[in-house]
């Protein structure tokens, strides 16, 4: 039986910047005991006064042993994320709980079709399945519907589009809500259901969904997927907040 | 944590998987509650979720009653669960 | 103590001497909350006191705002760690709305639109430590802040201080409210770090 989950010290390796307000973080973990594809860490800042807080992150990558990757998104006046997107130097440890999660998660031996719909900086955890069932050379289709306000936005922008097109059964859409690139024939806006219904494979597939994004986004989409025939306990949701970070 | 308006943006269950699993020592994001307000039958991970400082309170996505509430007190962690008639847990 | 990580201070936050022990100093004005927040029309509310003895006093809000007012300038210190000091706001005295009204008790359960349930003992309710108020820095109450009123009870947590107070019970045993069940302090003193029971 697995034993309570204990406050780990995590040293950072490398911040990869993935956009103007996103970087990844790959972070040391002494002792980790590995993860699945949808997971999260919970992660403590102390000060050296003694206080300190905690946020979640997802992790982005799957389970390569100690080393774990958090994208994190830069929130505008955040107490947490610019230290961690700007300031968090080399070498320095935070301490990390995890990992957690035992619904929203994903196995490349799953053999059901799995749509995945990200919203936003959701688009993380979601990334862990992509990347797992690539590593894994997984078989069973999955389709990414991935909604971001601009082409500047896309998280992992070169390898989605390098696995959309070299991964077999893997489909790749970036839908953009506020400004799409030059000669996208979609008009921006946000995801209808029409839409989702045309990106999704029919309602009497079996298929396995995961959704994540803030939680407007979430719902929304959770709902539209019912709406359009989908059964609701194949439906897993993952929710974060539009600011805290 | 708000979102635009100034009003609350609550979370789900997802978010309590780290302080519960600390203490217990599993995960229980999959848990499954039936709702002492509505008798909806839904897992943790699927809760709306406020957090309040030490505390969190979880309620039923169906009719928003309080299901859940959890507080870490020094060093034990309280769950008040009146407002579930049924708690399933899987074997680990 | 955790591991500390260099060069994290957290936002807005100063120690401050004047400050209640293990509070920090913050600027905004953070929102906690139970639920989601209830959407009240001053046309739907009222405030009402059940006694003891289950006499019942009610004020309309034209009711309240009839009443003479007081702008109290408060120190917040929420359980969260957090204190504002200096917060000003508009509202009508706990002495003012109990004057007439008949009781013996000692405690009192505040009630809120939301469900949300706190106690704490009648006096500190009484003697200019408590008010309902519906402004804050001068403008109407926000919602998400209790509005259209919270009860201000300063002298102790904020979560005393009840956001979209709806009624008062006034009762001979002291009943546990919404965190106190939790085992959060039955009062709250954030002089005496009184967090949780047993504090």
Redesign the interface.
């Known amino acids: 039986?697995?034993?309570?989950?204990?406050?780990l010290?995590a040293y950072l390796v490398e911040r990869r910047p993935e956009t103007a307000a996103a970087a990844t973080l790959v972070l040391g973990v002494p002792g980790w005991p590995g993860h699945l594809p949808g997971q999260?860490?919970?992660v403590?800042?102390?000060?050296?006064?003694?206080?300190?807080?905690q946020r979640?992150y997802s992790l982005a990558a799957p389970d390569h042993g100690a080393t774990v990757e958090l994208t994190v998104q830069r929130v505008a006046?955040?107490?947490v994320s610019p230290?961690l997107v700007d300031?968090?130097?080399i070498g320095?440890?935070?301490?990390l709980?995890?990992p957690?999660?035992?619904?929203?998660v994903w196995s490349p031996t799953l053999p059901t079709r799995t749509l995945l719909v990200a919203g936003g900086s959701g688009v993380v955890p979601l990334m862990a399945m992509v990347r797992a069932r690539h590593e894994a050379g997984a078989a069973a289709p999955m389709r990414l519907v991935y909604s971001v306000r601009t082409p500047d936005d896309v998280l992992y922008a070169a390898e989605l589009e390098r696995r959309g097109r070299l991964d077999e059964g893997l489909e790749i859409h970036v839908v953009h809500t506020r400004r799409a690139p030059p000669g996208d024939a979609r008009p921006t806006g946000r995801l209808t259901r029409e839409e989702i219904g045309s990106l999704a494979w029919p309602a009497t597939e079996e298929v396995l969904t995961y959704v994540c994004g803030?939680?407007?986004f979430?719902d929304q989409v959770a709902g539209d997927l019912v709406a359009l025939g989908y059964d609701d306990h194949r439906i897993?949701?993952?929710?974060?907040?539009?600011?805290?970070g | 944590m708000t979102d635009e308006h100034g009003e609350p943006a609550p979370l789900d269950g997802n978010g309590l998987g780290g302080v519960l699993g600390a203490f217990l020592g599993v995960d229980v994001t999959d848990a499954i509650l039936v709702c002492d307000g509505c008798g909806r039958q839904q897992v943790l991970a699927a809760l709306v979720v406020f957090g309040a400082g030490p505390g969190g309170v979880a309620r039923c996505r169906g009719c928003s009653h309080v299901m859940l509430r959890v507080a870490e007190i020094r060093n034990e962690l309280v769950v008040d669960l009146r407002g579930t008639t049924r708690l399933r847990l899987r074997r680990p | 103590m955790g591991i500390v990580t260099p060069g994290f201070r957290g936002r807005g936050r100063d120690s401050a001497p004047e400050l209640p022990p293990g509070q920090y100093l913050t600027h905004d004005f953070p929102v906690l909350s139970a639920g989601p927040t209830p959407h009240v029309e001053t046309d739907d509310w009222a405030l009402t006191v059940t006694t003891e003895a289950g006499a019942r006093s009610r004020w309309s809000w034209r009711d309240l705002l009839a009443l003479p007012q007081e702008t109290p300038t408060v120190d917040l210190h929420c359980v969260t760690k957090w204190s504002k000091l200096g917060t000003r706001w508009r509202g009508v005295s706990l002495d003012v709305l109990l004057e007439d009204v008949e009781t013996a008790a000692d405690f009192a359960l505040v009630r809120c639109f939301d469900g949300y349930t706190t106690n704490l003992p009648l006096e500190d309710l009484l003697d200019g430590q408590a008010w309902v108020a519906h402004e804050y820095d001068g403008e109407p109450l926000a919602r998400a802040h209790g509005g259209p009123a919270r009860l201000l009870v300063p002298h102790l947590y904020l979560w005393k201080s009840a956001k979209w107070i709806s009624g008062i019970e006034l009762s001979d045993t002291d009943e546990p409210g919404f965190w106190e069940q939790l085992g959060y302090h039955d009062y709250g003193d954030p002089w005496r770090e009184q967090r949780y029971a047993g504090d």
Do not use: Q
């Open positions: 039986m697995p034993g309570p989950l204990p406050w010290p999260h860490v919970d403590r800042l102390t000060a050296d006064d003694g206080y300190s807080t979640s006046d955040g107490e230290f300031d968090l130097a320095d440890p935070v301490e709980r995890g957690v999660g035992g619904w929203f803030p939680t407007g979430v897993r949701t993952e929710r974060f907040g539009a600011t805290g």
